[in-house]
């Protein structure tokens, strides 16, 4: 059974800072990418940023210049650095992962989720 635990949400001023991580465990073999997505009330789930395992990065239009996707694959651990944060990236972020387990293959997988609200 795989695993993504995520950390880090919390209440900023706009203009903050916030650095969010999500540790994978379970019987891993590879992992192939980790990525956040996030959604706010009343909106579908979008894609925040991914990092793939060879380093490849991807970043929503949105969040480009001010977030930052890092990975330790020693750790199975993928972090968000979040700056310059605006009211407008106020939602629930969610890890994701796409993992080789042992005995299940690839699968795509989600935390919990966390809150990160930015307001004055």
């Known amino acids: 059974q795989v695993q993504l635990v995520e950390s880090g949400g919390g209440l900023v001023q706009p203009g903050g800072s916030l650095r969010l991580s999500c540790v994978a465990s379970g019987n891993i073999i590879n992992i192939y990418a980790m990525g956040w997505y996030r959604q706010a009330p009343g909106k579908q789930r979008e894609l925040v940023a991914q990092?793939?395992?060879?380093?490849?990065?991807n970043y929503a239009d949105s969040v480009k210049g001010r977030f930052t996707i890092s990975n330790d694959n020693a750790k199975k651990t993928v972090y968000l650095q979040m700056n310059s944060l605006k009211p407008e990236d106020t939602a629930v972020y969610y890890c994701?992962?796409?993992?080789?387990?042992?005995?299940?293959?690839?699968?795509?997988?989600w935390g919990q989720g966390t809150q990160v609200t930015v307001s004055s």
């Open positions: 990092v793939t395992s060879g380093d490849t990065t």
């Open positions: 994701n992962g796409n993992i080789f387990a042992l005995r299940v293959g690839v699968n795509e997988y």
